[in-house]
């Protein structure tokens, strides 16, 4: 079906390229992007992308920088810029936009945030190391990714978080830090649902104290990589929710296996999916099928991504609301940009109020309609389609008429086909388009 084909590029891709063709089964296209990762981004002016080594080098940098009174230190805000444009490239000309979706929905779940200085620089690697290569594999591999990566582990302050009964916590006073213990059982595995106590929170943090990051100029120590430290972290076993773990490192990676595996987790993550790719209120059927998915394959994310588009509730015709970035990024391939599109897209998604690797919380960006439907935020997106549609026109890069059957086909209202039809000039029409309400969902 004609209607099938708009839904799958746009709910499980990120919009329709001008130039590619629709696929003519839309299951069969979705499931081959599940495959071998193509690649991740590789940030312009590096030949291989940088990691977290390179990251805190550039933040020591600027401080350095800072120190001798040099006024506007930049190493690592142009590492940020370089990998946010990068990212923004991937998703304008991506022709795999469903594994796409996927690292981003993982990214907003597992959320770091540059507003965390140390943070900016190593979001491109977060991504490339901690997210991407997990999409479709077991969700407990991911989970010790982002608990272990630097990105993480300065974004939740677990990196200087020190047992009280430790020899450093003896020693210096040193304080425990439940940041990240609270956001892996609230956010990325149980939920509240789960109905844990604050002091399971506490001995969570206690088993994950010395989980920490190599520093420069240390011996022995990975500098930008994990590092445990034995002398920061709490001797003795500790009980989490009833359950068991020794002192060490291995009892911090046995609590997060237990986490991924727990029920609860799965009911967690099957209802945020449901939340993304089939409605913001989720029928609990739908829920259910997806938790039991999650359930019995171990936790494997390729399943349960082959299972979402299996999903008859996954076909109603677009009724999620495109965030800022979604609809910025839709609006991009539906003119054809190409790579040099990537700064232009950033100055979108901050304009409507969705910077990117910027989320105010740990919580990440909210996948609601009412989170991004206020009046003043629909009418910045008309702004938005505004400019654009005159960029595009004057380049002529873009026929109104033929990019509303292109991106929407079956799905235009005939009002909408009507307006773009009448309109006075190319670019009133590319902005009906543009700022249509089937254009704006998903």
């Known amino acids: 079906m004609e209607a099938h084909a708009h839904i799958a590029v746009a709910r499980f891709g990120l919009g329709h390229r001008q130039g590619e063709a629709l696929p003519s089964d839309p299951i069969a296209w979705l499931d081959g992007q599940l495959g071998a990762d193509p690649g991740p981004p590789v940030p312009a002016g590096f ?8 990251g805190l ?4 940098a600027d401080r350095e920088a800072q120190a001798r009174g040099e006024a506007q230190p930049k190493a690592a805000s ?3 810029r370089a990998e946010a444009v990068a990212q923004a490239e991937q998703w304008v000309t991506t022709a795999q936009p469903y594994r796409e979706r996927l690292v981003q929905f993982w990214a907003n779940h597992f959320t770091c945030s540059r507003r965390v200085g140390t943070v900016g620089p190593l979001m491109g690697s977060y991504l490339r190391d901690a997210i991407r290569p997990h999409v479709t594999g077991p969700f407990v591999d991911m989970l010790l ?3 272990r990566h630097p990105a993480m582990l300065n974004y939740l302050d677990n990196s200087g978080s020190v047992g009280p009964g430790s020899q450093a916590g003896a020693r210096r006073g040193a304080g425990l830090n439940e940041n990240l213990a609270r956001e892996i059982m609230e956010l990325h595995t149980l939920s509240p649902a789960a109905g844990y106590s604050q002091a399971d929170v506490t001995e969570f943090a206690k088993v994950l104290t010395g989980w920490s990051v190599g520093r420069a100029n240390q011996t022995n120590e990975p500098e930008g990589g994990f590092m445990f430290r034995p002398r920061g972290h709490e001797p003795g076993p500790k009980q989490v929710m009833g359950q068991r773990f ?3 490192e291995a009892g911090g990676i046995a609590a997060l296996r237990w ?4 029920p609860a987790t799965h009911r967690h993550l099957a209802t945020k999916l449901a939340r993304h790719f089939v409605a913001d209120a989720p029928p609990p059927a739908v829920v259910a099928k997806l938790a039991a998915v999650l359930h019995n394959t171990g936790g494997n994310l390729g399943a349960v991504a082959h299972a979402l588009p299996r999903l008859p509730e996954a076909w109603t015709p677009l009724t999620k609301l495109r965030s800022p970035q979604d609809y910025v990024v839709a609006a991009y391939r539906a003119i054809g940009a190409g790579p040099a599109s990537g700064l232009p897209a950033l100055g979108g998604f901050a304009l409507l109020g969705q910077p990117l690797w910027a989320a105010p919380g740990p919580n990440g960006w909210p996948d609601l309609a009412a989170d991004w439907a206020a009046p003043e935020a629909l009418l910045r997106r008309v702004d938005f389609a505004w400019g654009m549609a005159g960029r595009a026109a004057a380049a002529g890069v873009a026929d109104a008429r033929a990019m509303a059957e292109a991106t929407l086909g079956p799905l235009a209202r005939a009002e909408t086909v009507t307006a ?18 089937e254009f704006q969902r998903r």
Request: charged letters at 20%; proline letters at 9%; aromatic letters at 4%.
């Open 47 to 54: 030949a291989t992308p940088p990691g977290p080594r390179e």
């Open 57 to 60: 080098a550039a933040f020591r």
């Open 78 to 80: 142009q590492l940020f």
């Open 145 to 147: 990714a982002v608990a």
């Open 246 to 248: 020794e002192e060490g």
């Open 259 to 262: 986490l991924a595996a727990h």
């Open 420 to 437: 773009v039809s009448r309109a006075g000039s190319q670019r009133e029409a590319l902005t009906l388009l543009l700022a249509s309400p």
